[in-house]
């Protein structure tokens, strides 16, 4: 059974630039992830990056140095959700 925790995963994974989208696709359908779950966390997901690149696409450089930033948000956030549910495993 998926958790919200599972969402979660699909979200950050999406929002993160730097990790594979197609591995997250292929992993929620091993898993058999619910569709309406799936599509909905993956635009939660990619949202954030559609905002981003309409904030800052005016030209190239502040399109560049946006996603370097959005990036590093990005791997940042994941890295204190992986923290975050390790804490919660380890705690149950």
């Keep these: 059974m998926l958790k919200i925790t599972d969402l979660g995963g699909v979200v950050i994974t999406r929002i993160n630039p730097f990790l594979s989208n ?14 309406f779950k799936f599509i909905s966390s993956s635009a939660l997901g990619i949202a954030p990056l559609i905002v981003l690149i309409a904030i800052t696409g005016k030209n ?15 791997l940042i956030i994941f890295g204190v959700y992986i923290w975050w549910d390790k804490r919660k495993k380890y705690s149950q």
Excluded: H
């Excluded at 190239?60 to 990005?74: A, C, E, H, R, T």
């Design 60 to 74: 190239i450089d502040s399109l560049k140095y946006g996603l370097l930033w959005g990036s590093v948000g990005s």
């Design 22 to 35: 197609d591995a997250i696709s292929f992993v929620a359908g091993i898993l058999k992830m619910n569709y």
